[in-house]
Structure formats: C-alpha cells, structure tokens
C-alpha cells in the first residue's frame, strides 16, 4: 500500500523537474513554429520515433478519435513538416513521415532534451545514476499498464 504522503512527495518531485523538459517552447520562440501545440508536437515526436507509421497509430497515440488526429496532421502537412505517402501495397493506406525540415525541428527538441537529462544525471554520484535509471526503466515498462489502469492519457 503506498502512502498518501510518499505520493505527495513524488508529485512535488515531478512537478519540479517538469520544466527541465519543457524546451519545446524555447526552441521554437521567434521561429514559424512558434505557434505548435502539445499535439502538434506529440505527433512530430512520434512520426520521428515510428516513420511509415499510420493515421489510426497516431490516434491511438494521441488517445483522440481519427478525425482529430487527422486535422493535427494536415496542419503539420501544410506548415511543411509532415508528409503523406501511399502504401504501395494498399493504396487506401496512408503513411507518415518528416519533411527534412520536421526532422530538424524533431532533431533540435530531441538534443535540448537530452541535455535536460544529462543535466539531471550529472547531479547526481554516479552509482547513484545507475540506480536512478534502473528504477526509470521499470517505471517506463510498466507505464502502458498503468496508463490503462489508471484510465489517465
């Protein structure tokens, strides 16, 4: 059973280093994307993560109907990050990938990010950082099930 304060106590520590990893918003100041939502930008995340990935994956991924998914990429489309691709096999199959230019934004937000987490394992001994990414890694295998469980996006 946890306890309600040891929850707390998590909470806060999230809630602190969220900024570490808020670099989105720095990145894009004074750039044409300036104007990109959360959504916009999962969808960049995940097109860059799962190239040829399809329009229901990015639904299911954005745990939204299709036709929300679907009105995310065709702004992504037309401000030139995102393009649509045929499947040669089943034409009625739509596949996704970056532009050049959505990889370069996706290829900026990734090394801010990294450095965010490099910054974050430096202060840290380092036995202590093989602990810390240890208890990272069974939180990330279990996050699906807990995502499902817990019925939380």
Known sequence: MVRPEDAERLWECLRRMAPLFKVECQIM???PYSSLNLSDLSVIAFVGAYPDCTMGDVA??????????TTVVDRLVR????VRRRCEENRRTVR?????LGQQLQDRITAAKRASCEAVLESLKSGDRDIYIDLMEQIAENAQSLRRDAKIR
Not at 79 to 82: A, P, R, S, Y
Not at 96 to 100: A, D, I, K
């Open 79 to 82: 401000k030139g990050l995102i």
């Open 60 to 69: 299911n991924e954005l745990s939204s109907p299709l036709s929300t998914a």
């Open 29 to 31: 100041a004074d750039t």
């Open 96 to 100: 996704l990938q970056l532009t050049p």
